[in-house]
């Protein structure tokens, strides 16, 4: 049973506009969220984290939104870019451990 | 980047016989990872170690088994490899907040 869910496995948009990439997650005991990059044949690289106890956080083009109410996640890059086609990852930590449980991931395309 | 380095990164083995992969870390941290990747799954935590000799399950731990004897070092053992344990492994390593991956162990089993 996915714990964290991306229900959208690829997502196309045009180059210079905004890309939101969703997750959702059915269990209330995560206290940390992240979002991960993958290019083939490499290993994801980290992107940007959110705490629970915040609803927002921002790097550069890249910003995360917290719902706790909806258990939902997004990541917003503003502006999109070829370079940022890639999969993209959620991860949650499980309270009080460090156990990260991923997403099934969202392929991105940039169109130039 | 932490350094995290991933041995073999392609190998290639029957059914039924024995593999072991490896992950070496160089940053000192303290928590470690196995994931694996298949396409419509994402990354399934496989086990994770919280310390030297100090291991837990993950998601998909049926058919594997982990070590870790030192801090730097984190192994996977596939006791007897089978057909649905061919994937692409991530190792992981974290401090305090976010995963440093290695570049992946491509694993077919025949």
């Known amino acids: 049973d996915q714990q964290v869910k991306q229900n959208s496995p690829s997502l196309s948009v045009q180059e210079g506009r905004i890309s939101i990439l969703n997750c959702d997650y059915t269990?209330?005991?995560?206290?940390?969220f992240l979002w991960y990059k993958k290019y083939p044949a490499e290993g994801p690289t980290f992107l940007i984290s959110?705490?629970?106890?915040?609803d927002k956080n921002e790097d550069g083009r890249f910003t995360v939104f917290l719902n706790k109410s909806a258990k939902h996640l997004s990541l917003h890059i503003v502006p999109s870019q070829p370079g940022d086609s890639a999969v993209y990852f959620c991860a949650a930590r499980v309270s009080g451990t460090y156990k990260y449980i991923f997403g099934t991931g969202t392929r991105l395309k940039v169109l130039a | 980047d932490a350094g995290i380095t991933q041995s073999p990164r392609h190998k290639v083995t029957e059914t039924g016989t024995p593999v072991t992969l490896r992950c070496h870390q160089t940053?000192?941290?303290?928590?470690m990872y196995w994931y694996r990747q298949d396409p419509g799954h994402g990354l399934r935590l496989i086990h994770y170690s919280y310390g030297v000799k100090d291991t837990d399950k993950g998601e998909v731990s049926d058919g594997y088994s982990v070590s870790r004897s030192k801090t730097e070092d984190f192994l996977l053992t596939l006791e007897s490899a089978t057909s649905s344990q061919t994937s692409v492994y991530f190792c992981a390593s974290a401090d305090t907040g976010e995963l440093f991956f290695g570049e992946g162990s491509r694993l077919t089993v025949l």
């Open positions: 269990n209330s005991m995560f206290d940390y």
């Open positions: 959110i705490s629970s106890i915040k």
């Open positions: 940053e000192n941290h303290r928590y």
